[in-house]
């Protein structure tokens, strides 16, 4: 690992290591699924709703403006995170931060005010829980990145 002293900042650079960018396109699929899924859930048509068992349509049906809202944050604020990251822009850290506050709203709904583990069952946590993980992981990746100089 090299380390130059940047003349305009006056901080320790730490050169950026070669996983960075690897990691930072991976977490742009990522998004770009989450954004996906958003999709296919808004443009959900009242003929697929009636397809899904009566449970399922009541879950879909029941959820609230602002978890639909924070599910969108989430995912976009996500993808523009990840741009951010891949175009070495601190941005990043800000858009991580927001797509983390629309992943823990959509979240509490899904686990506390919502009965989507009793209607989907236990194994319907395992994503979400990625998701959160996840979440956190790239708002600690882009700070790291911020603090460390890999982000203008």
Sequence with gaps: MTEQVTKETSFVKIAMPSWFK???IIALIWNIFGVLAFMGQM???PEM???LPVAQQELYTSTP???KAAFAIAVFSGVLGSLS???KKAVAVPMFIASLVGVVVQM???FFLSK???VLGLNSVIMPVMVILLAFYLVWLSKKAQVN???S
């Design 43 to 45: 443009m959900i048509t």
């Design 85 to 87: 990251l891949l175009l």
């Design 65 to 67: 403006e602002w978890a």
């Design 22 to 24: 690897g990691v930072a």
């Design 149 to 151: 100089g890999w982000l």
């Design 108 to 110: 509490f709904h899904a």
């Design 116 to 118: 989507s583990i009793e």
């Design 49 to 51: 709703l009636a397809e």
